[in-house]
T-cell receptor, first 115, second 112 residues
Framework: DTAVSQTPKYLVTQMGNDKSIKCEQN?????MYWYKQDSKKFLKIMFS???????INETVPNRFSPKSPDKAHLNLHINSLELGDSAVYFC??????????????FGPGTRLTVT | SQQGEEDPQALSIQEGENATMNCSYK?????LQWYRQNSGRGLVHLIL?????REKHSGRLRVTLDTSKKSSSLLITASRAADTASYFC????????????FGQGTTLQVKP
């Protein structure tokens, strides 16, 4: 069974469109994250949720909106897509909020290409 | 910026040799973690070392932490072709927000 799953794996869309990426974890973890990895492999956190509560909201354009319907799911909706949004987006989860005490489990990633 | 730096950016070795990767950071940490990323895949956790620890082992992996120098190293002994991947260090500076700061990674190629 996949611990952290994301859909879709690939997403190709045009500028200006709105798209969503879904993430689910079956590990029973309390905390979930969204990361963005650019073409140089630089990985940066975007959001984290703990028990459906937003904890981290980095300097991300408000076109990006995370939604956590329950502890096991964290979706990412992106409005008015721009070329610069092209990247690989990773969902991750950890047992608890204190990241330094628990490892994070990553999903396989969603490669978003905006044309 | 708190972002860590990894050195070297790329490393190419023969199977059976040891590989050493270094990570430096700028501000004090609670913990440091190492992750591996195979091409086109998600990151996989390798080792977590707390700020009060100096060395940790896991199989062929050995991690050291020197908080006075704000640096860590990852040693992979007797490397295998399957170790070919990118390796990232990640630092926890906050302790209670879930935020990890990732370095830019070291790309390791192990030639059979």
């Amino acid at each position: 069974d996949t611990a952290v799953s994301q859909t879709p794996k690939y997403l190709v869309t045009q500028m200006g469109n709105d798209k969503s990426i879904k993430c689910e974890q079956n590990l029973g973890h309390d905390t979930m994250y969204w990361y963005k990895q650019d073409s140089k492999k630089f990985l940066k956190i975007m959001f984290s949720y703990n028990n459906k509560e937003l904890i981290i909201n980095e300097t991300v354009p408000n076109r990006f909106s995370p939604k956590s319907p329950d502890k096991a799911h964290l979706n990412l909706h992106i409005n008015s897509l721009e070329l610069g949004d092209s990247a690989v987006y990773f969902c991750a989860s950890s047992q608890d909020l204190i990241a330094g005490q628990y490892e994070q489990y990553f999903g396989p990633g969603t490669r978003l290409t905006v044309t | 910026s708190q972002q860590g730096e990894e050195d070297p950016q790329a490393l190419s070795i023969q199977e059976g040799e040891n590989a050493t990767m270094n990570c430096s950071y700028k501000t004090s940490i609670n913990n440091l973690q190492w992750y591996r990323q195979n091409s086109g895949r998600g990151l996989v956790h390798l080792i977590l070392i707390r700020s009060n620890e100096r060395e940790k082992h896991s199989g062929r992996l050995r991690v050291t932490l020197d908080t006075s120098k704000k640096s860590s190293s990852l040693l992979i002994t007797a490397s295998r072709a399957a170790d070919t991947a990118s390796y990232f260090c990640a630092t926890d500076h906050s302790g209670n927000t879930g935020k990890l700061i990732f370095g830019q990674g070291t790309t390791l190629q192990v030639k059979p």
